[in-house]
């Protein structure tokens, strides 16, 4: 077994502010995913990564960078924070078919 | 572009009743996967079933790829199988994109 972990829980930030998200998973996967989650909808790709300094962008990405330094380290940067955004960030990890995921990120800005 | 369709949208169930979750595709099936979310909490997975028929305790899954269509079947609910269910598949022509459906939103009462 493995497990995902991502900081932080709760984000609280200002418009225009720059905010990073991290996630952390031990399973050895090679492919990692950021999806947004907003209340009543159901999850965005925002980007994947197939691979240790891959990055592929989702249908989302707009207003968001990725990095993925390590195998085991993907994070994202919401590049300027939108006024009044609330959403859970969720991070994926997967190594054949089955995705597993982590406990998220509830972002809000106020 | 490739959909992916649940239904229905929001249950209500007395406690005790059987429900029946539907999953349908706009294109072929690839790597079909079930997930619960419960209120404010991340994705657990249910089931991975790409085709076929698999049951864990209360839960049936059944993928039938001809139909482009996936079930998950919840047998005498309880209280606690109440939250989001959510079902997963692989975008046609690229394998790593997972899209999502918008969820069952399921409430038992007892």
């Known amino acids: 077994g493995g497990i995902i972990t991502q900081t932080p829980k709760f984000l609280i930030g200002q418009e225009g502010q720059k905010l990073t998200l991290k996630c952390q998973q031990n399973?050895?996967?090679?492919?990692m995913y950021w999806y947004r989650q907003d209340s009543g909808k159901g999850l965005r790709l925002i980007y994947y990564?197939?691979?240790?300094?891959?990055?592929q962008k989702g249908d989302l990405s707009e207003g968001y960078d990725a990095s993925r330094e390590k195998k085991s380290s993907f994070s994202l940067t919401v590049t300027s924070a939108q006024k009044n955004e609330m959403a859970v960030f969720l991070c994926?990890?997967?190594?054949?078919?089955?995705?597993?995921f982590g406990p998220g990120t509830r972002l809000t800005v106020l | 572009g490739q959909q992916v369709q649940q239904s229905p949208a929001s249950l209500v169930l007395q406690e005790g009743e059987n429900a029946e979750l539907q999953c349908n595709f706009s294109?072929?099936?690839?790597?079909m996967q079930w997930f619960y979310q419960r209120p404010g909490g991340s994705l657990v997975s249910l089931f991975y079933?790409?085709?076929g028929t698999k049951q864990s305790g209360r839960l049936t899954s059944t993928t039938v790829i001809k139909e482009r269509r996936s079930s998950l079947h919840i047998s005498s609910s309880q209280t606690t199988d109440s939250g989001t269910y959510l079902c997963?598949?692989?975008?046609?022509?690229?394998?790593?994109?997972?899209?999502f459906g918008k969820g069952t939103h399921l409430h038992v009462l007892p």
């Open positions: 994926a990890s997967r190594g054949g078919a089955e995705q597993f």
């Open positions: 079933n790409p085709s």
């Open positions: 399973f050895n996967h090679d492919t």
């Open positions: 990564s197939i691979t240790e300094n891959d990055l």
């Open positions: 997963a598949m692989e975008q046609g022509t690229n394998a790593y994109k997972v899209i």
């Open positions: 294109t072929s099936l690839n790597s």
